[in-house]
Every structure is written in C-alpha cells, then in structure tokens.
C-alpha cells in the first residue's frame, strides 16, 4: 500500500477463494496484475480486480510441449483469470489483503503463437476504447534455438470493455 508510490507498506498475500472445485491456494498463479481503479464486477458492483494466470499441475508450458502438435487446449485452464475483491469501506484502510472471489476465465489461447499458455503482460492502461493490455502467448519453436531452447515468447495486445 502507498500514497506516494515511494513509500510502501506491505498488508500481506492475496487470497483467494475456491471456485468451482478449482483451488487457487494450492497452485502456482503467475503474471498478476491489479487494476488501477474498482472496476465493476459481473453483477455491476465496484471492486478491486486482478487478472491472473494459474498453472495447474500438468500445465507448465515444459510439461505441454512434449505432446505434439495435435495436443487439446485444456481451455478450463490455460488461460487468463479475472478475480474480483471488495474494496474497504470508505475512510478506512485495509488491514490485510481482502479474498478474491468471483473468478471468471477472461481470455483462452487461440491462435497458433499462444497455443501453449497465454498470461499477462502490464497493468491495465485505460484508453477511450477500453481497458488495453499487452500478454503473452508461449509456443513451441519448430527448431529449438541456439540455446536449445524449444518454447517461443511472443507479446500480444488485447482490448477489455469498461
């Protein structure tokens, strides 16, 4: 938490609550962003919103490559999150990190350079056409670089309503 941007108080990890059988505690969630302002959520209520990327066991981009090209995308999965929280009443500061609740898939990989995994890039940037955000999409290289490396990052951009 900040007021300056400076000077920074840390409240704790993000929390999140179970959805449908999926445990968000329990699995590693990479490429979190919040956004800048309360958003409102599916049922038009104001509150802080994060977008996020699970990896679930057997979905690392490492453990997918190996499988071919005529591999499934698990779309319940391999995808970009959004989780919303409620924001503290007015005048008063957060204590601890709120539970982030209500998740939704916002985004799934469909085209060929983000067929392994899709997560996020930057912080959502507010512009007159809505929310615009750069993410990534990994890939495998049809001939693994000098490195022999066999996966392939590539940036994309994306454009949310308000």
């Known amino acids: 938490m900040s007021e300056d941007l400076f000077h920074w108080k840390r409240i704790g990890l993000a929390t999140f609550e179970p959805f449908q059988g999926i445990d968000f505690v329990h699995v590693d969630n990479k490429d979190a962003s919040i ?33 071919g090209e005529s591999r499934i995308v698990d779309r319940e999965h391999e995808s970009i999150w959004i989780s919303y929280c409620s924001m503290p009443p007015k005048g008063l500061a957060p204590h601890r990190p709120g539970l982030f609740n209500s998740h939704h898939r916002l985004a799934t990989p469909v085209s060929p350079w983000e067929k392994l995994k899709i997560g996020g890039g930057t912080p959502p940037i507010l512009t007159k056409h809505g929310w615009l955000i750069l993410y990534h999409g990994v890939s495998k290289m049809v001939e693994p670089g000098n490195d022999g490396r066999q996966l392939c990052y590539s940036a994309g951009v994306m454009m949310l309503s308000k």
């Open 35 to 67: 956004f800048p302002v309360a958003i409102p959520n599916h049922a038009g209520k104001m509150q802080l919103a994060l977008l996020h990327r699970p990896l679930f066991p057997g979905i690392r981009p490492e453990e997918t490559a190996c499988q």
